[in-house]
């Protein structure tokens, strides 16, 4: 895999700058750790806190990277020490990360954060990876900020240091003193279809170069985190459409045709961005096929009260009518209901036979 890497420094860009760059279609939802799950009422010390916290993203081990926003309160003596000092590169929220101290001692030495891409690398691709960093003021200068690609998600139930090789890697030293934001950048040419996206340093400290850039720096690394960015680089490479995608199914009244790659939160009818893929591929039909009604059906295994499963399915059916009509689709094209567990494709005896039964399906009505 051929990779190449550079380290811009800039200082933060005008919005008269941003307005004169193109559009481009970022992958990573999220991007600048704006939105949240729940509100953020401190500082919590362990990792399944960011991922309470933070939508869409979550911390890969027992480590626990931090959350900065305007309903963040830092903790008295972390605050002494300048964190939570540094403005956001955009918006009002960041995230920050431990990424070297092991050797001296430091708890949570590494940290990483994780998160599901909006749709899978395409193999052969060029893709372009940045974000903003900049370092705690009294921390220590280091290299090897990378990004990791991988097909599945990685969780650890430790607060480890995870070594396996990122895409792309900084091998010079990050310094960004004076709290002056900084680009790391860089292109790689995907070799999988990988799924999840993760930062942190995936190199152990003795394999980590370092530099105090003043007599006072704690013996630790700390960095923020801001505007995660990943998407193509042209040539855009075609990709070929699968005999069972949505974009081949023959639309006749009265069929069911089955919403592949549709992800909600758990117990919950929030659609993951994953599912804006295949919701696209649906609003394009109805786009194509202007007289076209359909009833979109929620279904569930058999887990949990039948009731609840009726409601939670209906409530997912919901959603998807929801996004069709924020896409202006007129409202009296759809419709919506929920099955619950009544009506299964397989078997609910087995963890396979129930994730196929938790599903979203459209019915052709009237072409």
């Known amino acids: 895999m051929k990779i190449w890497f550079n380290i811009l420094l800039s200082t933060l860009l005008t919005e008269a700058a941003l307005a004169q760059q193109p559009l481009l279609q970022n992958i990573v939802p999220n991007p600048g750790f704006e939105r949240y799950r729940n509100a953020p009422i401190g500082w919590a010390y362990k990792g399944t806190f960011f991922g309470e916290v933070m939508k869409y993203w979550f911390s890969a081990t027992t480590a626990s990277p931090d959350v900065y926003g305007p309903e963040v309160r830092v903790p008295a003596d972390w605050a002494d020490k300048g964190f939570g000092d540094q403005k956001p590169h955009g918006g009002k929220s960041m995230a920050g990360l431990t990424l070297y101290g092991c050797i001296n001692g430091k708890p949570h030495c590494r940290e990483y954060i994780e998160i599901q891409l909006a749709e899978p690398l395409v193999p052969g691709q060029t893709y372009l990876v940045e974000y903003w960093v900049v370092h705690l003021e009294k921390s220590l200068q280091i290299n090897n900020l990378g990004a990791y690609f991988s097909e599945t998600r990685i969780e650890r139930k430790t607060d480890e240091v995870l070594t396996p090789k990122p895409q792309f890697n900084t091998e010079n030293i990050v310094e960004a003193p004076g709290g002056k934001w900084v680009k790391v950048s860089g292109t790689f040419v995907a070799d999988k279809e990988y799924e999840y996206l993760m930062l942190g340093n995936f190199k152990d400290d003795v394999s980590t170069k370092f530099k105090a850039h003043r007599d006072d720096c704690f013996n630790y690394a700390y960095y923020y985190v801001d505007d995660v960015l990943v998407k193509k680089v042209p040539p ?120 196929q039964n938790r599903r979203v399906e459209f019915t052709v009505v009237r072409k």
């Open 236 to 355: 855009i490479l075609l990709e070929s459409i699968k005999p069972d995608d949505l974009r081949k199914q023959k639309l006749e009244p009265g069929k069911k045709i089955a919403l592949k790659n549709i992800y909600f939160e758990f117990d919950s009818d929030e659609l993951m961005p994953r599912s804006f893929v295949e919701l696209n591929k649906l609003l394009t039909i109805m786009q194509e096929n202007p007289n076209m009604v359909i009833e979109i059906t929620g279904h569930t295994d058999n887990v949990g009260d039948d009731d609840y499963n009726k409601y939670l399915s209906r409530c997912r059916a919901k959603s998807v009518v929801i996004f069709l009509l924020e896409n202006k689709i007129k409202p009296a094209r759809l419709r919506y209901r929920g099955a619950g567990e009544h009506q299964p494709v397989t078997t609910n005896d087995t963890d396979e036979g129930r994730a």
